[in-house]
């Protein structure tokens, strides 16, 4: 798998779990809908006042995991942001075009949008006997 399939896995799967820390260390996990940008990077919205808004505020670090219930997943750790200007865009763009039912959530600023950038992604596939992993190179 590369980059361009882990584009494609994300928006065939729709739905995802995105783990962020506490300000304990503990993990913190929210099922949620994810979108891919073209360059392979993954986009969300939340609500400002969410736990895992004030969590990525103080930290960066994240961990999502897209698909599952067809027996593949793809694993992806990476630092999350909230982008401006052009970035916002290519990520709102792609994430209005998998969920339009969310457009008023964005235009109305209820909800913000997180970028992931992932530095690691292991691509699963548990349908057989034998499961496949396969890690996806994400270098520049």
């Known amino acids: ?21 506490g300000t ?17 990077e993954l986009a969300f919205d939340a609500k400002p006042e969410s736990r895992k808004i004030a969590n990525l505020r103080r930290d960066p670090r994240i961990a999502v995991v897209v698909g599952g219930a067809d027996g593949t997943t793809l694993q992806c750790e990476g630092i999350a942001d909230f982008p401006e200007g052009d970035d916002l865009l290519r990520c709102v763009d792609a994430y ?4 339009p039912e969310f457009a008023e959530s964005i235009r109305s600023g209820t909800v ?29």
Request: overall charge positive.
């Open 96 to 99: 209005l075009e998998r969920f």
């Open 112 to 140: 913000v949008v997180v970028r992931v950038t992932p530095t690691w992604a292991r691509y699963g596939d548990y349908r057989t006997e034998s499961p496949i992993l396969v890690e996806i190179p994400l270098g520049g």
């Open 1 to 21: 798998m590369d980059r361009r399939q882990l584009i494609e896995y994300v928006r065939s799967q729709r739905w995802g779990v995105v783990s962020t820390l």
């Open 24 to 40: 304990d260390g503990r993990p913190q996990a929210a099922h949620l809908a994810i979108a891919a940008t073209g360059r392979g």
